[in-house]
């Protein structure tokens, strides 16, 4: 309803009123178009990709700083393994898959990262 409401009043104001989709899209005035792009491009620069390697464990730091993770990302992967109300930063998540984490395990001297690219591990 409120696209059709949309619609009309765009066709109502601009005085022209195509029969499909596609002959919206052509009635559109460029500054319109350039506004409708320019905001899709802006949503979609605003959600990062998080990023893990499978097989690697990794540091919540590293996962929050550099691999566009959330805090709620780590808080929701931590649900049901009993680390729920650990400090993050004592905390390895393993990647899954690409984008994915789970398989926590704490490190009760805290988290290291490594030197170069490639597994962390627990302190000690």
């Known amino acids: 309803m409120l696209h059709h409401l949309t619609l009309?009043?765009?066709f109502r104001y601009n005085c022209v009123q195509p029969t499909s989709i596609q002959g919206y899209f052509i009635a559109m005035k460029p500054p319109t178009i350039l506004t409708?792009?320019?905001t899709l491009a802006l949503a979609g620069l605003s959600v990062a990709d998080?990023?893990?390697t499978p097989s690697f464990d990794y540091c919540s730091d590293v996962l929050l700083n550099s691999k566009g993770?959330?805090?709620?990302?780590l808080t929701a992967a931590l649900q049901g393994t009993g680390y729920e109300n650990q400090d993050l930063s004592k905390i390895l998540f393993h990647c899954t898959n690409?984008?994915?984490i789970g398989h926590a395990k704490l490190c009760d001297n805290g988290?290291?990262?490594?030197?170069?690219?490639?597994s962390h591990g627990c302190d000690g």
């Open 36 to 38: 409708t792009f320019f």
């Open 69 to 73: 993770f959330a805090q709620s990302d």
């Open 8 to 10: 009309s009043f765009h």
């Open 98 to 100: 690409p984008g994915q």
């Open 111 to 118: 988290c290291v990262d490594p030197p170069q690219e490639g």
């Open 50 to 52: 998080k990023t893990c």
